[in-house]
């Protein structure tokens, strides 16, 4: 994950999304999924490319013991700062520089390992296999890419017609997205294959932002994004809905049936 170091250039930009109507939407939906799968006893996890710490700060909220790790020292600092704004939090949270094979907590295991916009730029296969070895008995994988089955969709609705034919007739694996990265996209099913190769359980995955991803500039009073989120959320793991949704959720669990139903 080292290579990840200069999506620091980007982290503004990111950091912005997250606060938009649309990186409202992807956050809202994968920690209610992810929060789900959790016991309601508090959990460690681990936040791999953790960022200026969105996820880590939510699941911190919800009273759970977080580990932020990102390559980036930048971005960390980032994290930290909007951690100084919560101090409550504090003590259920550490940050770490360090990238996927880091060595700060390899002999740990956690209840849930999350590592949610990251796997878009690593080998797919051995950040699954690094990233399972993590996870602790009854615990859950937690992984949120591009969705490879949707490439060409966002580039349709925009009107961007050539474009979206370019990605659909060539059946592109990659394309590039809004913070200017060229990403690439993976299957639900191949990454549930990775996750059952390591031993792990796969749960029902998820779509993510199926019918707003398209919407630069949305800025919904609070009565419409409450009725988009719901929306959403009601067509993430229902076909042929979620397959179309521009990232995709998957939920593995070590050793363990499924707790409950998202």
């Not at 295991?109 to 730029?121: E, I, N, S």
């Given at each position: 994950m080292d290579a990840l170091t200069g999506f620091a250039s980007v982290g503004a930009a990111y950091s912005a999304h997250s606060l938009s109507a649309r990186g409202r939407l992807r956050h809202d939906l994968v920690a209610r999924r992810l929060l789900a799968e959790l016991p309601?006893?508090?959990?460690r996890v681990l936040d791999v490319g953790c960022g200026d710490g969105e996820m880590t700060l939510r699941l911190a909220a919800a009273g759970h013991h977080v580990t932020g790790v990102d390559p980036s020292a930048e971005i960390l600092r980032a994290a930290a700062r909007r951690l100084s704004a919560r101090p409550d939090l504090a003590p259920r949270i550490r940050l770490l520089e360090a990238g996927i094979d880091?060595?700060?907590?390899?002999?740990?295991?956690?209840?849930?390992?999350?590592?949610?916009?990251?796997?878009?730029?690593?080998?797919?296969?051995?950040?699954?296999?690094?990233?399972?070895?993590?996870?602790?008995?009854?615990?859950?994988?937690?992984?949120?890419?591009?969705?490879?089955a949707a490439i060409g969709f966002r580039e349709a609705l925009r009107g961007e017609?050539?474009?979206?034919?370019?990605?659909?007739?060539?059946?592109?694996?990659?394309?590039?997205?809004?913070?200017?990265?060229?990403?690439?996209?993976?299957?639900?099913?191949?990454?549930?294959?990775?996750?059952?190769?390591?031993?792990?359980?796969?749960?029902?995955?998820?779509?993510?932002?199926?019918?707003?991803?398209?919407?630069?500039?949305?800025?919904?009073?609070?009565?419409?994004?409450?009725?988009?989120?719901?929306?959403?959320w009601a067509a993430s793991t229902r076909d042929p809905y979620r397959q179309l949704g521009r990232l995709v959720h998957t939920v593995a669990r070590h050793g363990a049936e499924r707790r409950t139903t998202p």
């Open positions: 309601a006893r508090p959990a880091g060595r700060p907590f390899e002999r740990e295991r956690f209840d849930a390992v999350c590592c949610h916009g990251v796997l878009m730029h690593l080998d797919a296969a051995d950040a699954i296999g690094r990233l399972a070895g993590l996870v602790a008995r009854g615990g859950v994988l937690s992984i949120l890419t591009e969705n490879r017609y050539r474009a979206a034919r370019g990605l659909i007739e060539q059946g592109a694996a990659a394309s590039r997205g809004n913070l200017g990265l060229q990403t690439r996209g993976d299957t639900a099913e191949a990454l549930d294959e990775l996750a059952a190769g390591h031993g792990l359980s796969p749960l029902p995955w998820q779509g993510v932002r199926i019918f707003h991803d398209h919407h630069v500039d949305w800025t919904p009073d609070p009565e419409e994004y409450a009725q988009a989120l719901q929306t959403e």
